[in-house]
């Protein structure tokens, strides 16, 4: 059985940082591309940063390009995303994903490419 795992996640004044963790287990982790996405109360989850199977490749949206970070350790089977210089406006639910890539370098934004998903860890950003 699959299951993504995150945690990390917390009450924060803006501008400092967070460290969310997402454990994997129950598949083949270094063939998956991973995701962090997020979803705020109100709005529709929104694709946030992306890493390929080697980790070679990351991808970023717009709004967290330069704040955050997205790693991943294939021998712990982890994926992780440092969020830095944090604003209010990142305050949201985030959820890790898995994407079976298979030997493929791609890191995605579309969320239909992504076939796992976490429970969602809470982040809050106080003005």
């Known amino acids: 059985q699959v299951q993504l795992v995150e945690s990390g996640g917390g009450l924060v004044q803006a501008g400092g940082s967070l460290r969310l963790s997402c454990a994997a287990s129950?598949?083949?982790?270094?063939?998956?591309?991973m995701g962090w996405f997020r979803q705020a109360p109100g709005n529709d989850r929104e694709f946030v940063a992306a890493?390929?199977?080697?980790?070679?490749?990351?991808y970023y949206s717009d709004s967290v390009k330069g704040r955050f970070t997205i790693s991943r350790d294939n021998a712990k089977k982890t994926v992780t995303l440092q969020l830095n210089s944090l604003k209010p406006e990142d305050t949201a639910v985030y959820y890790c994903?898995?994407?079976?890539?298979?030997?493929?370098?791609?890191?995605?934004?579309?969320?239909?490419?992504?076939?796992?998903w976490g429970q969602g860890t809470q982040v809050t950003v106080s003005s």
């Open positions: 890493i390929s199977r080697s980790g070679g490749s990351t």
């Open positions: 129950g598949l083949t982790f270094s063939i998956y591309a």
């Open positions: 994903a898995a994407d079976p890539a298979a030997y493929s370098e791609r890191c995605t934004n579309r969320q239909s490419e992504y076939i796992y």
